[in-house]
Structure formats: structure tokens, C-alpha cells
């Protein structure tokens, strides 16, 4: 979670113009594990939904076929 911390805080300060070479101070343990927490939720619904839209669209192509073939 650290790389994560160093990667989204460079980004915000880059985007806000200011200095990206300063010192990021790293999380402290509770931040970082409800950060990793948030990110695996995150992941999950993600890929659940992923899942559906593929899926959804493998069954309806599939339906698409049926009906050309009558």
C-alpha cells in the first residue's frame, strides 16, 4: 500500500503543480490497511461487474446467432 500512497500522491501533486521530487511521509499502519481494505472492495465490485457486462454479452450474442439461423 505504501507504493500505492507514493503513486497517488505524486500524482495529486503533479496535477495541483506543486513539487513531485518532496518527501512523502508513508502511511501509518491503520491508514494503510483500511487503504488496501478499500482497494479489495473496490476490486471485488469491479470484477463482478466485469463479469456480468462479459457475460451479458456472450448470451445475448449467442441469442443473436439463434435468431439468424431461424
Not at 22 to 38: C, G, S, T
Given at each position: 500500500m505504501q507504493a500505492n500512497h507514493r503513486f497517488k500522491t505524486k500524482?495529486?501533486?503533479?496535477?495541483?503543480g506543486h513539487a513531485i521530487d518532496a518527501a512523502i511521509r508513508p502511511?501509518?499502519?491503520e491508514k494503510a490497511v483500511q487503504a488496501a481494505a478499500d482497494l479489495l472492495g473496490e476490486l471485488f465490485v469491479f470484477?463482478?461487474?466485469g463479469t456480468a457486462l462479459i457475460l451479458e454479452v456472450q448470451r445475448s450474442?449467442?441469442?443473436?446467432?439463434?435468431?439468424?439461423?431461424l
Amino acid at each position: 500500500m505504501q507504493a500505492n500512497h507514493r503513486f497517488k500522491t505524486k500524482l495529486q501533486r503533479r496535477i495541483y503543480g506543486h513539487a513531485i521530487d518532496a518527501a512523502i511521509r508513508p502511511l501509518n499502519e491503520e491508514k494503510a490497511v483500511q487503504a488496501a481494505a478499500d482497494l479489495l472492495g473496490e476490486l471485488f465490485v469491479f470484477t463482478v461487474a466485469g463479469t456480468a457486462l462479459i457475460l451479458e454479452v456472450q448470451r445475448s450474442s449467442k441469442n443473436e446467432a439463434r435468431k439468424e439461423d431461424l
